[in-house]
């Protein structure tokens, strides 16, 4: 084992020991509430799904409903395991109105330009009634600060240090934070004509450090720092929201 390698273990260690699996994780959360949202439905849309099937976390059963698995990149869609595979657009997606009953986005909102009109299609594909879930990065953490900040290419570099050589490369892709706040997203959907249903926050382990030693054991410092000052301030990582689009609204 390599010293880089030996350096990510034990910070991976460390992560675990002042983060346990008891502590509530965004991505637990995510798909907790897709499989609530998804059951005694008929399509379920995962928006920018790319690779990611999410079969496994919807409901089981007959009443299964179908995954519409849809991303912008074809190269991404043909490593996805689903059986439903669409390439589109989400500023105009290529879907019936009200024919979705519930859609999932998972950290993508944050890479749109122009979130606005991905919402407003949301909101026209979904039935009345229908839920949109979304996770994504508060757009004023540090993260999204460093993203600003560095140039996509920089990002990257870190991901690859941060996972090591054994670890599976994601592709990063331009961001821009304009739906990453609770705030920004509170407003941003009741303009579309949602309902908020719920915003909740979450901090975690710090995970873009893992190479370095010692200064890793700083950012988990300050993460349990932000963990407690969460209900207080907004400085959390990472929002799950669910919106729904009223009863009776075509």
């Known amino acids: 084992m ?3 390698a030996r350096v990510r273990e034990q910070n991976h260690k460390l992560n ?3 983060f346990p699996r008891s502590l509530p994780r965004y991505v637990d959360r995510f798909r907790e509430l897709t499989d609530l949202l998804s059951r005694n439905t008929q399509l379920v849309v995962h928006l920018g799904a ?8 919807l409901e089981s059963g007959s009443a299964k409903p179908r995954l519409l698995n849809l991303d912008l990149s074809l190269e991404d869609l043909r490593e996805n395991p689903g059986n439903l595979r669409v390439c589109g657009n989400a500023e105009a997606l290529p879907l019936s109105s009200s024919s979705a009953d519930l859609i999932c986005a998972e950290h993508v909102f944050e890479h ?3 979130p606005l009109l991905c919402l407003q299609e949301c ?3 979904l039935r009345s009634g229908g839920n949109l879930v979304v996770s994504g990065p508060n757009g004023r953490s540090y993260i999204a600060l460093a993203a600003r900040l560095t140039p996509l290419s920089f990002h990257n570099w870190v991901r690859r240090l941060a996972q090591g050589s054994n670890g599976q490369h994601v592709k990063g892709f331009p961001t821009f ?7 920004a997203m ?3 959907a009741r303009h579309v004509g949602f309902e908020i249903v719920s915003i909740e926050t979450f901090v975690g382990a710090p995970c873009y450090t893992t190479f370095l030693p010692v200064v890793h054991v700083g950012f988990i410092a300050y993460h349990l720092l932000l963990e407690k000052l969460r209900p207080l301030f907004n400085f959390h990582r990472t929002s799950v929201a669910v919106f729904r689009k009223p009863l009776g609204n075509r």
Not at 50 to 57: F, S
């Open 16 to 18: 675990d020991r002042f």
């Open 2 to 4: 390599t010293h880089s």
């Open 112 to 114: 749109f330009p122009q």
């Open 50 to 57: 790319g690779t990611v099937d999410l079969e496994p976390h």
């Open 186 to 188: 509170c407003r941003r």
């Open 123 to 125: 909101f026209r594909v």
């Open 177 to 183: 934070y304009r739906f990453s706040s609770p705030p």
